[in-house]
C-alpha cells in the first residue's frame, strides 16, 4: 500500500529565509507526486506535481521539489520565503498511468506540515 | 468564476438533522471526489465519481450518501450524524481518475 511520510509537523521560519519541506513516500512502482498549499479555512491549491522527466519541478509561488528516487522523497523547497507562504503543506503520492487501474486511482496525502514566518 | 466551489461554507447542525453539501465545478472535468479533513489526520478519500459513476467508496458509513447527477456536480446527504463527523468536507475534481485534482474551499461542518 502507498503511504506519505511529513516527519515535521509544525516549522517556523524567518522571511527571507530559505525552506526545505521534507517528503518521503512508500510506493511499489513509479508514482506521481503532488505538493498541495491549504491556506486558513481554504481548500488546496496545487503548488506542482512530478509525472516524469526531470527530477526537478518548478511550480507556482517560486517552490520547487526535487524528486529522488533513490531517497523515495519529494522535498519541496523555497529559496526566500515571504509572510504570505504561512500556511499548511501537504505531500501527496498517486499511481502512474502506467499502471493504474480504472477505478482503483487514489491520492494518498501526509499528514501535513505547518508553516509559520516570523518577521 | 473559481473552478470549484462549494456550498454551504460553514454548516451547524444536530444529530437529527438531515442537510446536503454541494459542490460545481467548472472546469469541464469527468471525475468527482469527496474527502474529509480531520485535525492532525491525513485527508481521507471518501467518495470517487467518474463519468457520473461512483467508482469508489472507502468503507464510508451510510450516514453519508453521494449524488452525482451529472459530470458538474456533487452533493454530499448527511443524516443522523455523530459529532465525531465533525470536519472539512473538501470536494476536488480531475479530468480523469489519474489526473491532477483541483479542490474547492471545503465546507466547515460542526455536529453537535
Known amino acids: 500500500a502507498q503511504s506519505v511520510t511529513q516527519p515535521d509537523i509544525h516549522i517556523t521560519v524567518s522571511e527571507g529565509a530559505s525552506l526545505e519541506l521534507r517528503c518521503n513516500y512508500s510506493y511499489g512502482a513509479t508514482p506521481y507526486l503532488f505538493w498541495y498549499v491549504q491556506s486558513p479555512g481554504q481548500g488546496l491549491q496545487l503548488l506542482l506535481k512530478y509525472f516524469s522527466g526531470d527530477t526537478l519541478v518548478q511550480g507556482i509561488k517560486g517552490f520547487e521539489a526535487e524528486f529522488k528516487r533513490s531517497q523515495s522523497s519529494f522535498n519541496l523547497r523555497k529559496p526566500s520565503v515571504h509572510w504570505s507562504d504561512a500556511a499548511e503543506y501537504f505531500c501527496a503520492v498517486g499511481p502512474s498511468r502506467q499502471i493504474s487501474n480504472f477505478g482503483n486511482e487514489k491520492l494518498t496525502f501526509g499528514t501535513g506540515t505547518r508553516l509559520t514566518i516570523i518577521p | 468564476e473559481t473552478g470549484v466551489t462549494q456550498t454551504p461554507r460553514h454548516l451547524v447542525m444536530g444529530m437529527t438533522n438531515k442537510k446536503s453539501l454541494k459542490c460545481e465545478q467548472h472546469?469541464?472535468?469527468?471525475?468527482m471526489y469527496w474527502y474529509k479533513q480531520s485535525a492532525k489526520k491525513p485527508l481521507e478519500l471518501m467518495f470517487v465519481?467518474?463519468?457520473?459513476?461512483?467508482?469508489e467508496n472507502n468503507s464510508v458509513p451510510s450516514r453519508f450518501s453521494p449524488e452525482c447527477p451529472n459530470s458538474s456536480h456533487l452533493f454530499l446527504h448527511l443524516h443522523t450524524l455523530q459529532p465525531e463527523d465533525s470536519a472539512l468536507y473538501l470536494c476536488?475534481?480531475?479530468?480523469?481518475?489519474?489526473?491532477?485534482?483541483?479542490f474547492g474551499p471545503g465546507t466547515r461542518l460542526t455536529v453537535l
Open positions: 472546469l469541464g472535468h469527468n471525475a
Open positions: 476536488a475534481s480531475s479530468q480523469g481518475p489519474q489526473d491532477t485534482q483541483y
Open positions: 465519481y467518474n463519468f457520473k459513476e461512483q467508482t
